[in-house]
């Protein structure tokens, strides 16, 4: 069975999603992500983007982020089925 990997700047507003890894595009600000807990196996929902579409804002650990649109292309997830 192949689970079909999204990234985080695709996935749809309310649903929730695990984090898969950080794909190779994200090596620039890769050591940013990871302090601020975006790591494999963490649960991640987007909540809304800016009215121009750029920053996402996120909930994840029980706190919300926002993150570039770019960093969010760098981020595979795996969407929860409910």
Known sequence: ???P???LDRLPF???AVIA???PESLPFRRKLLA???TPGCQVSVIRGAPLGDP???KMRGFTLCLRRKEAA???VVEVAK
Do not use: D, R, Y
């Open 14 to 16: 309310g649903k929730e």
């Open 21 to 23: 890894k950080l794909l």
């Open 5 to 7: 990997l999204l990234t």
């Open 36 to 38: 601020m807990g975006i």
């Open 74 to 76: 760098s981020i595979a």
């Open 56 to 58: 996402l804002e996120i």
């Open 1 to 3: 069975m192949n689970i």
